[in-house]
């Protein structure tokens, strides 16, 4: 088993920035590739970014490439997401994710998940 817990989310205008965080715990981090997700009410829950286990390569969705990056520690077990040039578009539950295999951009191949934190971002 793989705990998830997210953090970092909460209000923020356009154009500013946030920082995600997932910190994990349970088996050893470095085993799994990590991804965030995300979710508004009545839809699907989107892939966002997915980095693999090293960090050696990382995956984007086209609406967020060039604005959000995904990092890892390893040591620290902890992914994150720096989001900038935030829109109103990306209010959203964001989750993180643990699989085993790599690349991963479909929900169903993540074996762990976190509960989810708020982002709101105010026009």
């Known amino acids: 088993q793989v705990q998830l817990v997210e953090s970092g989310g909460g209000l923020v205008q356009a154009g500013g920035s946030l920082r995600l965080s997932c910190a994990a715990s349970?088996?050893?981090?470095?085993?799994?590739?990590m991804g965030w997700f995300r979710q508004t009410p009545g839809n699907e829950r989107e892939f966002v970014a997915g980095i693999s286990w090293s960090a050696g390569n990382t995956r984007y969705a086209d609406s967020v490439r060039g604005r959000f990056t995904i990092s890892r520690d390893n040591a620290k077990n902890t992914v994150y997401l720096q989001m900038s040039r935030l829109k109103p578009e990306d209010t959203a539950v964001y989750y993180c994710a643990a699989a085993l295999s790599w690349p991963v951009l479909r929900k169903y191949e993540y074996d762990y998940w976190g509960q989810g934190t708020q982002v709101t971002v105010s026009s």
């Open positions: 349970g088996r050893t981090f470095s085993d799994y590739a």
